[in-house]
Every structure is written in structure tokens, then in C-alpha cells.
């Protein structure tokens, strides 16, 4: 039995992008194998319930004094390490060797540790397990040097193709590009959430992280208007932070026009809920990577990010990019104090809407 821990701490859409990985463990070692996933607590439900992860361990439950102190200590030599060979390299690679920072992660007696996140904190807990490490060829902060990366391949774009190629450093490896993100969800279960039963509703994901990545909410307005004329009633997605957009979106609409769910699901229940969708429309969001994970219609809103890279692996039909040069600039904020993605007119979506749902009314 080939023990293996796999390291995504963060974020919704990561993790979810990165999901494909034990499922492919799973296939490489024919089942013999136990595959635990280590990810911040607030995301376990991505992953606890994952017919492809047999245990889930959360970084909160490792870190002590030691583990920050070490942390700020091994994170100011990192950057002054310019060689894979250097004596300081060697020097922590010995130290957390014999003394761990982290007494759990050795015990569990781990084979391969493949860290999906590359950061400081990943890699000391892949340090503490003592043990092969495996790294994306995208880490390229320095944590990359305590571990075995493959060489670019240019002809990998994807970050779920970059997530999957980092396999290919195991014995006998063959990747299947038809995998399984492993979820178990009960399309009935939606708990309090009655409101939505026995009607057919869309998702919309107001807001991003980004405010470059942000559509206008005078535009999405057009947007649940059109979407409440073809009866399609409009569920709000999001976190407590993008509650702000709902007293702006009033002043152009009435409430009765959407659902606000906005800061009022647990993840598991945001799964259940765009799982029963009948199209999720956003901009580039983890809830878009769950929505294409599930194969739900979808409508993704690009322009300062790279939708070769970030975009719906299974839909990429489904991306509208805005037409400006600059685009993929992966800036925060606009430089040249754009809205971004105002390029995109409401026409455009108007007709990828009639098209996909005519697509779904086809099969």
C-alpha cells in the first residue's frame, strides 16, 4: 500500500482544478493505495466527502509555535538561496529530516508528497513527512528547489493539465485526460435551502476576487432581467465579502427579481445549488471551476486572466473574452482604469445564453 499526501491548501477554484489528482493516483496504483489531502478547514467541503480521498488532515490542526517560528526563519533564507545546490538547501533539508516541525506528518509515514501549492507552508509540512516530494513545473518561488519538478512542457497550458502532468515523475505512469473529480452530492439535499425546490433557476457569481475580474452590476442587471423573462428564476452566489453588490444591484432592480444566497451557504450547499442549476453564469470564480467540475452549463466572463490557463476545462466554448490587447494582463486593478469586462455586451451573453440552454433542451 503506497501511502500518498497531496498538499492544496487554498483556494475554491484550485482546489477543485486540482481534484483530478486522486483520482489519477487511484488509476496509477490500481487502488493500492491511501490518499490523504491536506487543505485549509474552511474548505473541507471540497474534499471530506471525495470518493478518491481517504483521509483529509487541515493545516490549522499542524501549526504550533514551533511550526510559525520556523516558518519566518525558513522563509527569510529561502530568498537568499539562488542554488538547488546550496549548503543551506542541504542544511534544511537535514534539519527538518531530523527534527520535524511537525511530529504528525512523519508518523503517518507518507511515501510521495505531492505539493499542488508550492508555498512556504506547504513545504515545510512535505519536509516534515521525510519523504519523496513532488512539485507543478509552475512553483517558481524557491520552494521548488526541495523538491523533483519535470521540465516545462509547452505543449501544457491548463492548470489542470499542469496539475496532472506533475504524475508523470511516478513509475509506470499513464494520465488519463477522462477523469473523475470524485464528488458524492444528493441532488435533493439542499437542507434550509426550500426556496429553490421544484424550480428552475440560474446561478450568478456577482463578484470575483479581483476587481478587475468584476462584471459591472448595471450590466448584470440586463442580465437577471433576461434570465426572469425566459423564466428562469436568478440565484445569488458568493461570499459575506460581495454582499456589498446586493444594496447596488437594488437600485437598479426590484428584490423579487433574484434569490439572495450571497454569504448564506456553506460550500456543500453552494455545490447542491449550482449543481441543480440549469446555467451558472460569472466571471472567473471557483463556483465556474464546481459548475464545470459538475458539467453544468456554464458562461464565463474573461479578460485580465487567461482562459487557457483559468478557464472551464470541460466548456472552454463557453468562455467571452473581452477584445482589448491588454487582456490576460493578470492585473488586480486597471492601469489604464478600464472596466474590463464592460467590453462584453449584453447582446453577446444574450446570445450564448439562448445558445447553451437550446444545446441542453437538444440532449
Known amino acids: 500500500m503506497t501511502r500518498i499526501l497531496i498538499i492544496r491548501l487554498s483556494s475554491i477554484g484550485d482546489i477543485v482544478m486540482a481534484l483530478p489528482v ?14 490523504t489531502w491536506l487543505t485549509r478547514e474552511c ?34 533564507y529561502n530568498k537568499k538561496v539562488t542554488s538547488k545546490n546550496s549548503i543551506l538547501i542541504k542544511f534544511w533539508k537535514k534539519f527538518f529530516k531530523n527534527f520535524p516541525v511537525n511530529q504528525i506528518m512523519q508518523s503517518n509515514n507518507y511515501d510521495i508528497v505531492i505539493d499542488l501549492q508550492g508555498s512556504i507552508e506547504s513545504v515545510i509540512l512535505a519536509m516534515s513527512a521525510n519523504s519523496k516530494i513532488i512539485m507543478p513545473y509552475f512553483v ?14 509547452t505543449n501544457i497550458v491548463h492548470r489542470i493539465d499542469e496539475y496532472l502532468d506533475s504524475l508523470n515523475l511516478l513509475e509506470n505512469t499513464e494520465i488519463s485526460k477522462n477523469f473523475n473529480y470524485g464528488w458524492k452530492i444528493d441532488r435533493n439535499n439542499i437542507e434550509d435551502l426550500s426556496c429553490l425546490k421544484e424550480i428552475n433557476y440560474a446561478v450568478i457569481a456577482l463578484a470575483t476576487q479581483w476587481e478587475s475580474k468584476n462584471y459591472p452590476i448595471k450590466d448584470w442587471v440586463k442580465i437577471i ?15 459575506n465579502d460581495d454582499k456589498k453588490y446586493i444594496k447596488i444591484l437594488n437600485k437598479y432592480i426590484d428584490e423579487n427579481c433574484y434569490i439572495d444566497l450571497i454569504g448564506k451557504t ?23 471551476h464546481i459548475a464545470d467540475s459538475l458539467n453544468i452549463p456554464l458562461i464565463t466572463l474573461m479578460g485580465p486572466t487567461d482562459p487557457n490557463v483559468w478557464g472551464p476545462y470541460n ?3 463557453n468562455v467571452i473574452s473581452v477584445n482589448y490587447e491588454c487582456k490576460n494582463c493578470y492585473k488586480h486593478k486597471c492601469p489604464l ?27
Open 22 to 35: 486522486a483520482e489519477s493516483l487511484k488509476k496509477i496504483y490500481r487502488n493500492n493505495c491511501e490518499i
Open 43 to 76: 474548505f473541507r467541503d471540497l474534499v471530506d466527502t471525495n470518493e478518491f480521498i481517504d483521509k483529509v488532515l487541515y493545516i490549522e490542526n499542524l501549526k504550533n509555535y514551533q511550526f510559525r517560528v520556523i516558518k519566518e526563519i525558513f522563509r527569510i
Open 140 to 153: 517558481n518561488n524557491g520552494t521548488e528547489r526541495f523538491a523533483i519538478q519535470r521540465a516545462k512542457n
Open 225 to 239: 432581467k433576461y434570465l426572469n423573462q425566459i423564466k428562469l428564476k436568478v440565484v445569488l452566489v458568493g461570499n
Open 266 to 288: 456553506t460550500l456543500k450547499e453552494l455545490i447542491v445549488v449550482i449543481n441543480n442549476s440549469k446555467i451558472l453564469l460569472s466571471g472567473d470564480t471557483g463556483a465556474m
Open 315 to 317: 466548456q472552454p466554448q
Open 337 to 363: 482604469n478600464r472596466i474590463c469586462l464592460e467590453d462584453i455586451s449584453f447582446d453577446t451573453i444574450k446570445k450564448n445564453i439562448d445558445r447553451i440552454l437550446d444545446e441542453d433542451i437538444e440532449k
